[in-house]
């Protein structure tokens, strides 16, 4: 499963830090997860679709 959370945050105007402290995880949290180093988890995928103003369908494409 891809992510389109890089896409997504910049459209938003927003760097990984105000999405990490909007989330309350860190930075290299959200730099795992836009690099498909770590799976978020439901509760942080919601956060962040939250944050970026979308759902979280809208986050994540199949490949």
């Known amino acids: 499963m891809k992510n389109r ?3 997504l945050r910049k459209s938003a105007g927003l760097s990984q830090e105000e ?3 909007l989330c309350k995880v860190s930075r290299q949290t959200i730099n795992a997860i836009e690099n498909d180093k770590y799976d978020p ?3 942080l995928a919601f ?3 939250t944050v970026l103003d ?3 369908d809208e986050l994540f494409i199949n490949k």
């Open 5 to 7: 959370i890089r896409e």
């Open 19 to 21: 999405v990490a402290k």
């Open 41 to 43: 988890t439901l509760q």
């Open 47 to 49: 956060n962040m679709a």
């Open 54 to 56: 979308t759902t979280v």
